[in-house]
């Protein structure tokens, strides 16, 4: 199965884009809105090779010519604006809107994605607005964005909205399983941490990826544990340099309080995340409630400040200080 049919989780979507083919009524302009890794730039490539698949008109066949080459993004017709740096600029807009002034070069329907929409500037922004309100023939544009909020209102009302939602973790787990081969257990556990995004839990799937963050949630844990202040602060000079990776691994141990809090409330049973690490868990549980709940509070407000652009040296002491007193 290839094509819109082929899209994971998102039936309410693609159920939009088909029926409006269907009746031939597809509108010019869409936002697709929904969390990061969920599908959005997944759905506006199928799209693409909906309307110009030559074995599938209305849902693709992911073999034929054009479908091919949209998917390898070598389609003249099918356009991809990702940001030039932090920003998608006025230029990359105006060359963009330039090429759609004329009919498609090879395909029946051009289709335009930008992709994060809320990556373009006030001036790309302005430029694009300009184009959605008198849209060229056999042209559609797609904006996809985490954060809708952040386009003007103005760009915003030229679209037909359309919502992505999280992917269940049934359905992710079923995908590892299928396409990269994962044992239950282990895609089980990625589907948890991956918070309904496909992406996401192509990430930590890798190389070593999740196997690197659960050691070094394990590494926090552990360097709190009948340690000096001292010590303390020594592990979390180690430690802020793995900034790529802290993050994550900060949400890991979080995640790992919250199954060992599940577990001392005596409501672990199927919803552990960690599923594999019962004995862990277990250990963890010991600690109580109260104390449990403690911790979890002091990984968010370190997660929080990581997010705030706070030193990460300065957010793990003050984390691991904490920690070391529940």
């Known amino acids: 199965m290839k094509g819109l049919s082929a899209i994971l989780g998102q039936e309410g979507a693609v159920r939009v884009l088909m029926r409006a083919m269907a009746a031939r009524k597809l509108a010019s302009a869409y936002l697709f809105e929904g969390a990061a890794g969920v599908g959005k730039a997944t759905t506006a490539r199928a799209l693409a090779q909906a309307l110009n698949c030559e074995r599938a008109?209305?849902?693709?066949?992911?073999?034929?010519?054009?479908?091919?080459?949209?998917?390898?993004?070598?389609?003249?017709?099918?356009?991809?604006?990702?940001?030039?740096g932090a920003f998608i600029k006025i230029a990359q807009v105006r060359q963009v809107t330039a090429r759609a002034a004329?009919?498609?070069?090879?395909?029946r329907v051009r289709v335009?994605?930008?992709?994060?929409?809320?990556?373009?500037?006030?001036e790309a922004a302005n430029a694009l607005l300009k184009t959605l309100e008198e849209p060229p023939a056999d042209t559609h544009f797609v904006l996809c964005s985490a954060a809708p909020e952040r386009l003007p209102v103005t760009v915003r009302s030229r679209c037909q909205r359309v919502r992505f939602v999280p992917l269940a973790a049934a359905q992710v787990a079923a995908y590892l399983a299928r396409e990269r081969g994962l044992a239950a257990a282990q895609a089980q556990v990625v589907a948890a941490l991956a918070a309904g995004s496909l992406a996401r839990a192509l990430a930590l799937c890798e190389g070593e990826a999740l196997t690197r963050r659960r050691a070094e949630a394990r590494r926090i844990e552990q360097a709190v544990r009948g340690r000096t202040i001292g010590e303390v602060i020594g592990a979390a000079a180690e430690l802020k340099d793995d900034k790529d990776t802290l993050p994550e691994s900060l949400e890991l141990l979080r995640v790992l309080y919250r199954d060992a809090l599940l577990e001392a409330a005596g409501a672990g049973g199927g919803r552990l995340v960690n599923a594999?690490?019962?004995?862990?868990?277990?250990?963890?549980?010991?600690?109580?409630?109260?104390?449990?709940?403690?911790?979890?509070?002091?990984?968010?407000?370190?997660?929080?400040?990581?997010?705030?652009?706070?030193?990460?040296q300065l957010c793990l002491e003050r984390m691991m200080l904490r920690l070391r007193e529940c």
Do not use: F, W
């Open 57 to 84: 008109p209305g849902s693709g066949c992911g073999e034929c010519e054009p479908c091919t080459k949209i998917e390898r993004g070598l389609h003249p017709d099918y356009l991809v604006v990702l940001p030039d």
């Open 102 to 107: 004329y009919r498609p070069h090879e395909g």
């Open 112 to 122: 335009v994605v930008l992709d994060p929409a809320d990556a373009m500037n006030l």
């Open 276 to 312: 594999d690490s019962r004995a862990e868990i277990a250990e963890l549980a010991a600690l109580g409630p109260d104390r449990l709940q403690r911790r979890i509070a002091a990984v968010a407000e370190a997660e929080l400040g990581l997010r705030g652009n706070a030193s990460p």
